[in-house]
């Protein structure tokens, strides 16, 4: 199988399905991680052309963790929208990669981006198989499944799908912790000790969803149910 990853900034994806990707690639699956923006939203850097360069570089090293295949549109972090330049953009990502699953946002989050590259997901990778929209691959033989992950902080999602990623979470931690300049200089303000905010609210969100489903780490998602969406046999690991 092929599952591809469409985020809005460099780091979502880890957060919210990172364990489930890597649990994916160690099984011999293909996985593509597509970061929409550029990461300008967040970070520090002495500049903002080296924080854009360090947020690619570092999505780039946590990908490589797991060995996915990278995307890199590089749309104005904070300012994406579906429009279409954009989705000719996703459509051309989609075709490259081939998927057999795409995982994006879900379409109601608190952030604009993630909201626009869930639409732009959602939208491109029905386009992808219309012979009569020309990029530079060819096209999709057909729509793929689409699931969303999780919700910032869960909130308002209700998962249909779970995924055990207990075994994985010590990559999903190594992922996350490549994001340097998301968490250089904080301070957890509990413990008074400077740590990865990252993983400190990743935990939080993957002990509550393994809670749910009765297992120490996990991982949710929901299906984009529409026709020519779903499949008779579980598409996640």
Not at 105 to 134: F, G, I, M, N
Request: charged residues 20%.
């Amino acid at each position: 199988m092929r599952a591809l990853a469409i985020g809005a900034h460099p780091d979502d994806m880890d957060f919210f399905c990172g364990g489930t990707l890597a649990r994916l690639a160690a099984a011999g699956h293909a996985v593509g991680i597509c970061s929409m923006t550029d990461g300008r939203g967040g970070g520090k850097a002495e500049s903002l052309e080296e924080l854009v360069q360090r947020q690619q570089e570092e999505f780039a090293a946590s990908a490589a963790v797991i060995g996915a295949e990278t995307f890199w549109p590089g749309f104005c972090d904070g300012m994406l929208t579906d429009n279409l330049e954009t989705r000719l953009v996703v459509v051309e990502v989609i075709r490259s990669f081939q998927p057999d699953l795409i995982v994006t946002h879900p379409p109601q989050d608190y952030h604009p981006d993630h909201v626009a590259t869930s639409r732009l997901a959602v939208d491109a990778s029905y386009v992808a198989r219309s012979a009569a929209v020309k990029t530079g691959s060819v096209r999709l033989p057909g729509v793929v499944p689409v699931l969303f992950v999780d919700a910032e902080a869960g909130h308002g999602f209700l998962p249909d799908e779970y995924v055990d990623v207990t075994e994985n979470w010590p990559q999903k931690m190594r992922m996350l912790d490549a994001h340097h300049s998301q968490y250089d200089g904080w301070i957890n303000p509990a413990s008074g000790q400077p740590e990865n905010w990252l993983i400190d609210r990743a935990a939080v969100l993957g002990r509550f969803r393994g809670l749910q489903c009765g297992v120490m780490y996990a991982e949710a998602f929901k299906s984009f149910r529409a026709h020519g969406r779903l499949r008779a046999a579980r598409v996640l690991p």
